[in-house]
Nanobody, 124 residues
């Protein structure tokens, strides 16, 4: 199982960026996490396998949107109004379990498959 994340880059405060994660054949909950320098990896957003359930961390709610195109095997993270504190390596992940279409876990231990990460840098 391979997850391929892309779309990171260097942007300025207030800019937008869209991350993509390709995960063919993984019809399960998908999430984005991020890890800033010197900090622990943290949850950003999750979407259930059917797309009906989403959840966001408080720090990105209202600015980020997670979506998925199951036919294309891709999950997206649209990031708007970026702030310097959004600077981090962003990782996509696929859930270990697949119990229901609405399953959308937010904890790291719930995820078994991880992409390699893509760096997002927001300058002030």
């Amino acid at each position: 199982v391979q997850l391929q994340a892309s779309g990171g880059g260097l942007v300025q405060t207030g800019d937008s960026l869209r991350l993509s994660c390709t995960a063919f054949g993984l019809n399960r909950a998908m999430a984005w996490f991020r890890q800033a320098p010197g900090k622990e990896r943290e949850f950003v957003a999750v979407i259930s396998r059917g797309g009906s359930h989403t959840s966001y961390s408080d720090s990105v709610k209202g600015r980020f949107t997670i979506s998925r195109d199951n036919a294309a095997g891709t999950v997206y993270l649209q990031m708007n109004t970026l702030k310097p504190e959004d600077t981090a390596v962003y990782y996509c992940a696929a859930a270990s379990a697949n119990p229901s279409s609405g399953y959308a876990p937010v904890r790291i231990p719930s995820y078994a498959y991880w992409g390699q990460g893509t760096l997002v840098t927001v300058s002030s």
